[in-house]
């Protein structure tokens, strides 16, 4: 049988390929790059060694409380807070977030280890404050910085003492904890107010009131009224005027119900001839002529009117509700003569200020005691008493000395002290007001029951000083005073007032003055302690308060009200009262009059008086001479009273930069004390003879 071959296809499968040089064997390292590498990494390792066994540990704490990034300049191995360095001089510097960098240079000893404290400054925090109601003045530690709503002020860590004020509620005081580190703080305070509501109604109603002399409107009425002593008056025409003090507590509501009122009392304009008579009204004693009677409504009195030397008048007076009327009493006299026999004849002759044409002369005079004067340019003036009697004359012989007059020519009419003060001299019983009346009428709006009427005479010239005495003049005696401050605003600058300083240390600079010029010592003092004066000296003292009364008030033939003349409140800026920017000081303000001034001016910052004296009512209170009393109305007139000796408290005149109310503000306010206070000052005096 044939065999037959199979037509089935056939797979040739390819072979593998590899190319020449990748089937090559790998060439060996050549051994000198072996040996370069490892002597490297040899020579790393020595120097790391070398590094390691001469580098010192340094350790650096950072004192924040936050942490905080140091750099090192150099070579430094850095291990948490150690560093290891090799001994030499590097640069540190630190840095925190909240927190001024701190730079600065390091040295490393061949101490092993070794450590160093940072301590960061941190970044003032950011407070922002704000009140109910808005537009407080804020207060830091003493310093105001704006008002409510404020924002971000910067303030560094720690505690702060903060004090909000705003003139018609009550201040809020706290401490601040201030975070620091740009952190913002807020405050959201509520002030409480510091007024209350009083409610008053009159029978008749519509009475105008007025809330410490200011107008505040017409019965029935509601009102707010500050914290503190207020005067309220109602005033209804035909009737008399009503008030009341009230002593007004923030949040505490006073109903006062309703007043009232009763008719008005008539006015009696009574005058005599010759002036100074007695009055008593009802047997009570009035005063001296002339003067104003407050008589009741529509009832008959008892009108009394007598002098020494003359005949007692005596009659009925009745006059209507709100009536006036005028009355002249001319009085007899019972006479006594008196001679005169002056030389040179041509001298002048003045008896109870009365000037006469002639000196050698015979006078009728009341039979009362009289005061002569005769004088002569170029002699001295000579003064005398005499009381006539009726039916028996009397003789006044005088010769003038020439001596005398020169002694008296040779007066300044200013002196400068040894601390550069100027004191103006003052001849009072040369003067229209030679006699006057020292206090206030009864009648008379704001008047005190310690400002009884009562006649003094002025006499002896005296200077006084124009200016209060100042920081810097009281501190050449008392190199350690200090008048201190208040709410933050000074009173120690140089030309301030001199404040807390008490009567005896104002006693006793002006002795110590009066040593340093040569002058015999007005006071006599024991330990320190003033305990009498010497009314013949001319050494330095302080005024008497007649003398004050005399040349704040004295204006020709008047006597003024206020410093600015008889209305209230001042219409000009005329001294330094408490006005509207020592609101958050004084806590009662002038209203609508601005000074200029928180505290005390510096002296002479307003203009003089009609005397050309600085801040008399004004700037600062003084103390006077006189101890402290209440006089009597008994109408015996005094010739240059001084006050007793000695005394537990002493008489203070004049208003002061922190006074605002009308009874304060006037120049008869009396005040009195012994102790320093931040609104009294004084001034000099001295007699010129």
């Avoid at 410093?563 to 020592?582: C, E, K, L, M, R």
């Amino acid at each position: 049988m044939a065999q037959h071959m199979s037509t089935k296809p056939v797979t040739i499968a390819p072979s593998g390929f590899t190319p020449l040089e990748q089937a090559a064997p790998k060439a060996p390292v050549p051994r000198k790059a072996g040996r370069m590498v490892l002597f490297f990494c040899l020579a790393l390792f020595v120097l790391l060694m070398l590094f390691l066994l001469s580098a010192r540990s340094l350790m650096i704490e950072v004192a924040a409380q936050v942490p905080g990034h140091v750099s090192v300049s150099g070579l430094a191995l850095p291990f948490g807070k150690r560093y290891l360095l090799r001994p030499g001089e590097y640069d540190i510097r630190v840095t925190a977030e909240g927190y001024h960098p701190l730079a600065t240079t390091v040295t490393v000893d061949q101490r092993d280890s070794q450590s160093i404290e940072v301590q960061l400054q941190s970044l003032p925090g950011l407070l922002s404050v704000n009140s109910e109601p808005a537009g407080a003045s804020v207060i830091i530690d003493g310093d105001t910085v704006g008002k409510t709503p404020l924002q971000d002020l910067p303030l560094t860590e720690g505690e702060h003492q903060l004090r909000l004020e705003e003139a018609r509620h009550l201040p809020i005081e706290q401490t601040l904890l201030i975070t620091g580190r740009s952190v913002r703080q807020q405050l959201q305070l509520k002030m409480a107010p510091a007024w209350a509501k009083v409610t008053l109604d009159s029978v008749p109603s519509g009475a105008n009131i007025l809330l410490d002399g200011e107008p505040a409107g017409h019965t029935p009425a509601t009102l707010e009224i500050l914290q503190g002593e207020r005067q309220l008056i109602l005033q209804l025409q035909t009737y008399a005027d009503w008030q009341q003090t009230l002593q007004v507590n923030a949040s505490e509501n006073l109903d006062l119900g309703v007043v009232t009122l009763q008719p008005a009392a008539g006015e009696l304009t009574l005058s005599s001839v010759p002036s100074g008579a007695n009055v008593t009204l009802d047997d009570e004693f009035q005063g001296q002529t002339p003067l104003t009677l407050a008589l009741s409504p529509d009832r008959a009195h008892r009108l009394a009117v007598f002098k020494p030397g003359y005949k007692r008048y005596s009659s009925s007076v009745e006059l209507p509700a709100a009536g006036s009327d005028q009355q002249t009493v001319t009085l007899q006299a019972k006479l006594g003569e008196v001679r005169f026999s002056i030389i040179p004849a041509n001298a002048v002759l003045r008896i109870d200020g009365k000037r006469y044409r002639n000196s050698n002369q015979t006078v009728s005079l009341p039979a009362v005691k009289h005061t002569v004067e005769i004088s002569l340019d170029g002699y001295a003036t000579v003064r005398r008493s005499v009381t006539p009697r009726p039916g028996l004359a009397q003789r006044v012989e005088v010769r003038l000395q020439t001596q005398q007059a020169v002694k008296l020519a040779s007066i300044k009419p200013e002196v400068t002290t040894a601390l550069g003060q100027t004191l103006l001299l003052f001849k009072p019983g040369e003067s229209a007001m030679a006699n006057f009346t020292m206090g206030a009428s009864r009648r008379e709006p704001g008047r005190r029951a310690n400002e009884v009427l009562h006649p003094v005479a002025l006499r002896r010239m005296f200077y006084l000083q124009t200016t209060e005495v100042t920081n810097a003049q009281f501190r050449q005696f008392q190199p350690s005073h200090n008048s201190g401050r208040v709410e933050g605003n000074s009173l120690n600058q140089k030309h301030q007032p001199a404040v807390q300083v008490s009567w005896q240390q104002a006693a006793a600079f002006c002795n110590w003055l009066s040593a340093k010029e040569g002058l015999s010592a007005f006071y006599a003092q024991k330990n320190g302690i003033v305990t009498g004066y010497d009314a013949s000296s001319t050494g330095y003292r302080l005024p008497s308060e007649a003398e004050w009364a005399w040349a704040a008030r004295a204006s020709g033939q008047t006597l003024l009200r206020f410093p600015w003349g008889d209305t209230f409140p001042p219409t000009q800026v005329i001294g330094n009262y408490a006005d509207t920017s020592s609101a958050y000081v004084t806590g009662s303000t002038l209203n609508n009059y601005a000074d200029g001034h928180v505290v005390s001016a510096p002296v002479a910052s307003f203009g003089p008086n009609q005397h050309g004296l600085y801040d008399m009512g004004s700037n600062t209170s003084e103390w006077v001479n006189d101890v402290y009393r209440i006089p009597s109305a008994n109408g015996t007139t005094q010739t240059d009273p001084l006050g007793s000796q000695t005394g537990d408290n002493y008489v203070i005149r004049g208003a002061n930069w922190g006074q605002s109310k009308l009874k304060e503000l006037r120049l008869s306010y009396r005040d009195y004390g012994q102790a320093g206070r931040d609104d009294v000052g004084f001034r000099l005096a001295r007699y010129a003879e």
